[in-house]
């Protein structure tokens, strides 16, 4: 069953435009990220994100989580599974950029 449609000026309006810190700005194909993940989520489907590292899906995914609190509500927990290698960065940027998010990490070093 599909979900209600956004249009892209209520996704755009529902996540910041900068983090936290005023600094660091989304660029343009972010939030367009944040579009298409809405529409994937208001139809029910699942999406992997791939493209080449340092364009920002990491950003995208958090405004995406931001944008599922806020506009939609949805406060329930997402799953993110990232190697121990990448942990710290999508720590970081969850706190910057969606700080309204708990973030919990849980860690299994003896797999290392």
Known sequence: M??????????WTAVPKTD??????????QLEGVQWLSNLYNH?????LA???GMGKTVTVALFFEFLKNARHCSLP?????????ER???RTLNRWSP?????????????
């Open 2 to 11: 599909a979900r209600s449609t956004d249009s892209s000026e209520a996704v």
């Open 20 to 29: 936290k810190l005023g600094i660091l700005q989304a660029r343009k194909h």
């Open 44 to 48: 029910g489907k699942s999406c992997i």
């Open 51 to 53: 493209d080449s590292p």
């Open 78 to 86: 997402h799953l993110m599974i990232v190697s121990s290698f990448l």
């Open 89 to 91: 960065h999508w720590e």
């Open 100 to 112: 309204s998010l708990k973030s919990v990490r849980i860690a299994d070093d003896s797999c290392l």
